[in-house]
């Protein structure tokens, strides 16, 4: 049996992950997840987002940290920090997924789980054994 932390935050990078092609499995997935208590964040290194952005993001996400909104960018490590806590977990129990291997190392190193995204079925994949249904 598995005795480590159980994973109960994901974190996930906009562009190059939820804007690939098939994003719209990642988006249920996302919206799976929240509904079994799973908490979400969006982490993008933009400046910031229009309200409408917001708006239309905010059914799959518990928290959005835009870089330019908090001062901190991936990959310092109190990004990865921040984001776990405005989700109220250690980042311990969170899974970060990013298309930049640089910053999914950074997250790991911080002490988050890491998935570098390649292709949404193989991050789909990944999230499924991370964060296996009930």
Do not use: Q, W
């Amino acid at each position: 049996m598995y005795g480590g932390p159980v994973l109960k935050g994901l974190v996930i990078d906009y562009v190059g992950v939820l804007t690939d092609a098939g994003a719209d499995e990642l988006y249920a997935f996302l919206r799976a997840a929240r509904e079994r208590g799973i908490k979400t964040a969006l982490l993008s290194n933009a400046p910031g987002a229009s309200d409408e952005a917001k708006r239309s993001l905010g059914p799959f996400f518990d928290a959005l940290v835009f870089s330019g909104e908090v001062g901190v960018a991936k990959p310092e490590r109190e990004v990865y920090l921040l984001t776990a806590g405005l989700l109220d977990l250690p980042a311990g129990r969170c899974v970060f997924v990013d298309d930049a291997a640089h910053n999914v190392r950074a997250a790991v190193a911080a002490g988050m789980a890491g998935v570098h995204h390649t292709s949404v079925e193989e991050t789909l994949t990944e999230l499924s054994v991370l964060f296996p249904a009930p």
